[in-house]
């Protein structure tokens, strides 16, 4: 075993970091869901000025009292029930070690972020998916949630605006799901980071559906809607009680989040509606464009996304036995990096219910998007070619 742990082990590579990790420099890459657009210029401010004045100490662990206070401002909720995280990552490790025993089973979206089922198995509890069918395009389906409940399942991670589909849950499925896990005893891990990308109407959110924030803990950050992924700021959100007693996991893991960076998330959350909505038009623009060019892929489906920033594109024509000899989602993207140099993750990344389809992430500009788009219809329709 080489000195490694069973739970080491049982962590897989994502196919995320794999196939970027394959890239070339010069390759187009469709692939990381990481916007490309600037801090707002007062959010920069706000660190800059906290950076010259020489000092960094810790606060708090649980964070500095004026984040967790804007924080809570931002939601109508009180201080006591925030703990500022490293991103919304720590947050779901520190919810999930800290809610879940050995033994255990805990639901997982199928498709969905992968770090999900490895966090699981991280606590020595088993990952068991719940499927977001294709053909219900990736919804939230209450039967297919109540069907993978045992006796043994003990939590479930929601996840809306979806990655990698793009899916947002509709008001009445995810009542219903909240119920039947309030009636079952199951408690909930929500991973709502894109929840400010929602292109039609609003989020609709767990707490919407919570008596005292009660049976689980919801997750967010900033690294999406104010594009502060290395700044490394998220939080939980949950009962009082809770967020208490899962302090010591979170000061052990990393003492407390980075002290500029929720300076920082105090001026982006008191100014948030103002600084984010410039970036919303963008990606409103962007996702239609997006959806208008992959109207022109041949034989190829896809979803226009309710929020987030993805396209899964619906690639079996060509993963699947009839079709062009590249049996898999990943042998797909990989040969359309070797060939075409173009990244896009397979959507078998992102567990069973993924493959035969393709994640593209319109993170990039316009130019970047058609050119992408260009390449990957030049790629099929060689591919188509070559099969017939």
């Given at each position: 075993?080489?000195?490694?742990?069973?739970?080491?082990?049982?962590?897989?590579p994502t196919l995320i970091r794999e196939l970027r990790d394959q890239a070339r420099d010069t390759s187009l890459d469709l692939g990381i869901?990481?916007?490309?657009?600037?801090?707002?210029?007062?959010?920069?401010?706000?660190?800059?000025?906290?950076?010259?004045?020489?000092?960094?100490?810790?606060?708090?662990?649980?964070?500095?009292?004026?984040?967790?206070?804007?924080?809570?401002?931002?939601?109508?909720?009180?201080?006591?029930?925030?703990?500022?995280?490293?991103?919304?990552?720590?947050?779901?490790?520190?919810?999930?070690?800290?809610?879940?025993?050995?033994?255990?089973?805990?639901?997982?979206?199928?498709?969905?972020?992968?770090?999900?089922?490895?966090?699981?198995?991280m606590a020595g509890a088993t990952p068991v998916p719940y499927r977001l069918d294709p053909d219900a395009d990736f919804r939230l389906v209450?039967?297919?949630?109540?069907?993978?409940?045992?006796?043994?399942?003990?939590?479930?991670?929601?996840?809306?605006?979806?990655?990698?589909?793009?899916?947002?849950?509709?008001?009445?499925?995810?009542?219903?799901?909240?119920?039947?896990?309030?009636?079952?005893?199951?408690?909930?891990?929500?991973?709502?980071?894109?929840?400010?990308?929602?292109?039609?109407?609003?989020?609709?959110?767990?707490?919407?559906?919570?008596?005292?924030?009660?049976?689980?803990?919801?997750?967010?950050?900033?690294?999406?809607?104010?594009?502060?992924?290395?700044?490394?700021?998220?939080?939980?959100?949950?009962?009082?009680?809770?967020?208490?007693?899962?302090?010591?996991?979170?000061?052990?893991?990393?003492?407390?989040?980075?002290?500029?960076?929720?300076?920082?998330?105090?001026?982006?959350?008191?100014?948030?509606?103002?600084?984010?909505?410039?970036?919303?038009?963008?990606?409103?623009?962007?996702?239609?464009?997006?959806?208008?060019?992959?109207?022109?892929?041949?034989?190829?489906?896809?979803?226009?996304?309710?929020?987030?920033?993805?396209?899964?594109?619906?690639?079996?024509?060509?993963?699947?036995?009839?079709?062009?000899?590249?049996?898999?989602?990943?042998?797909?993207?990989?040969?359309?990096?070797?060939?075409?140099?173009?990244?896009?993750?397979?959507?078998?990344?992102?567990?069973?219910?993924?493959?035969?389809?393709?994640?593209?992430?319109?993170?990039?500009?316009?130019?970047?998007?058609?050119?992408?788009?260009?390449?990957?219809?030049?790629?099929?329709?060689?591919?188509?070619?070559?099969?017939?």
């Amino acid at each position: 075993m080489n000195g490694v742990s069973k739970i080491a082990l049982a962590v897989e590579p994502t196919l995320i970091r794999e196939l970027r990790d394959q890239a070339r420099d010069t390759s187009l890459d469709l692939g990381i869901g990481q916007p490309d657009l600037a801090v707002a210029e007062p959010v920069r401010e706000a660190i800059i000025e906290h950076i010259g004045a020489g000092v960094a100490p810790y606060s708090h662990n649980l964070g500095l009292w004026e984040t967790r206070e804007a924080i809570a401002a931002h939601y109508g909720v009180d201080a006591d029930n925030v703990m500022v995280t490293c991103g919304v990552q720590e947050a779901l490790a520190v919810a999930i070690l800290g809610m879940v025993e050995q033994g255990d089973e805990v639901l997982v979206p199928d498709p969905g972020f992968p770090a999900y089922p490895n966090l699981v198995r991280m606590a020595g509890a088993t990952p068991v998916p719940y499927r977001l069918d294709p053909d219900a395009d990736f919804r939230l389906v209450p039967e297919n949630v109540e069907a993978a409940l045992t006796d043994e399942t003990t939590a479930i991670v929601l996840n809306s605006p979806s990655n990698p589909t793009g899916a947002t849950h509709a008001r009445e499925d995810l009542e219903a799901v909240m119920a039947l896990l309030a009636e079952r005893g199951v408690r909930w891990i929500s991973d709502e980071i894109y929840e400010d990308y929602v292109y039609d109407g609003r989020h609709t959110s767990v707490l919407d559906f919570t008596d005292g924030l009660s049976g689980g803990v919801k997750l967010g950050g900033l690294s999406k809607s104010h594009h502060m992924m290395g700044w490394r700021l998220g939080w939980m959100i949950g009962p009082a009680e809770l967020v208490a007693d899962l302090k010591p996991l979170h000061q052990h893991l990393v003492t407390c989040a980075p002290t500029p960076a929720q300076h920082a998330a105090v001026v982006a959350l008191n100014r948030h509606d103002e600084l984010f909505a410039p970036t919303l038009e963008t990606f409103r623009n962007r996702r239609a464009l997006a959806c208008r060019l992959a109207g022109d892929l041949p034989d190829v489906g896809f979803v226009a996304p309710q929020g987030a920033f993805y396209l899964f594109l619906d690639v079996r024509a060509y993963t699947e036995p009839a079709g062009a000899g590249l049996q898999t989602s990943l042998a797909l993207a990989e040969a359309l990096l070797d060939s075409h140099d173009v990244v896009t993750i397979p959507g078998s990344g992102f567990g069973a219910a993924g493959e035969g389809f393709l994640r593209i992430a319109y993170t990039v500009k316009d130019a970047f998007i058609e050119e992408g788009f260009r390449r990957i219809g030049e790629f099929l329709e060689q591919a188509k070619v070559i099969h017939d």
